[in-house]
């Protein structure tokens, strides 16, 4: 059965666009136009997935996200922000919202991260805990590297560093999310300490230019390879 994704945006181009790809990417995607609507239809429908836009006429986007949780609806979030918006990307991850995209974006980069999330959240109905990266394997209950035959144990912000990019494998993550993500952006951590920690996983990945397993985006960020 196709999997359905609301997509939740006012401006009737950005979501048609979005509608359409989804559509021939094999989904079963809609489109509601103002926040009401959309926390309507979130709420009493089944989604696979929420694309769901931060500016929106009636309730905005933050707000549907916070009030879906409230209710306990789980459905995965992804939530468009506008560009240099900082503040929503860290609220909308703090009400719930699993990923967020700055707009303007690319579709490539939209798929990738609706792809990540389905992954995600299928595997989190399976129960499985581990991921693959290269020849290892993350074990997630014992916070460590397990791969030729030895298990190599990971600091928490390492951790949680591969975990968040595992969780968005194949998707450019740039640093300030992955200093929300991991340090929590509390101001006193700057983007050069996620450069220092993605140097010692590579260490410990043995992840080299003959054999990248985290790339460097320039400008951008890390991505972790599919
Ligand atoms: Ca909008």
Same mark, same amino acid.
């Given at each position: 059965m196709k999997e359905r994704i609301l997509i939740v945006e006012d401006e009737a181009a950005i979501a048609m666009t979005i509608r359409d790809r989804l559509e021939s990417e094999g989904y079963d995607p809609s489109i509601a136009a103002d926040g009401d609507t959309g926390f309507r239809r979130a709420s009493t429908e089944p989604w696979a997935l929420i694309v769901l836009d931060v500016m929106l006429p009636? @309730?905005?986007?933050?707000? #549907?996200?916070?009030? !879906?949780?409230?209710? =306990?609806?789980? +459905?995965?979030? !992804?939530? !468009? +922000?506008? &560009?240099? *918006? +900082?503040?929503d990307k860290v609220l909308g991850l703090k009400i719930g919202a699993d990923d967020y995209l700055t707009k303007p974006f690319d579709m490539a980069e939209l798929l990738a991260r609706v792809e990540a999330l389905l992954r995600r959240s299928r595997r989190t109905s399976n129960g499985a805990q581990t991921d693959t990266i290269g020849p290892f394997v993350l074990d997630v209950d014992r916070q460590e590297l397990q791969g030729d035959? $030895?298990?190599?144990?990971?600091?928490? *912000? =390492?951790? &949680? !560093?591969?975990?968040?990019?595992? =969780?968005? $494998?194949?998707?450019? #993550?740039?640093?300030? =999310?992955?200093?929300?993500?991991?340090?929590?952006?509390?101001?006193? +951590?700057?983007? $050069?300490? #996620?450069?220092?920690?993605?140097?010692?996983? %590579? *260490?410990?990945?043995?992840?080299? %230019?003959? *054999? %990248?397993?985290?790339?460097? #985006? @320039?400008?951008?960020?890390?991505?972790?390879?599919?």
């Open positions: 009636g @309730r905005d986007g933050l707000t #549907v996200c916070r009030d !879906l949780r409230g209710r =306990e609806i789980d +459905t995965p979030v !992804l939530m !468009l +922000t506008a &560009k240099d *918006q +900082t503040l035959g $030895r298990a190599i144990p990971l600091s928490t *912000q =390492e951790f &949680k !560093l591969l975990r968040y990019l595992c =969780e968005h $494998r194949g998707a450019v #993550v740039d640093r300030d =999310e992955l200093l929300a993500a991991v340090w929590g952006y509390d101001g006193s +951590t700057y983007t $050069r300490t #996620v450069d220092v920690h993605i140097s010692w996983l %590579r *260490q410990k990945l043995g992840d080299s %230019r003959a *054999q %990248r397993l985290i790339a460097t #985006v @320039r400008g951008r960020g890390y991505r972790l390879m599919p």
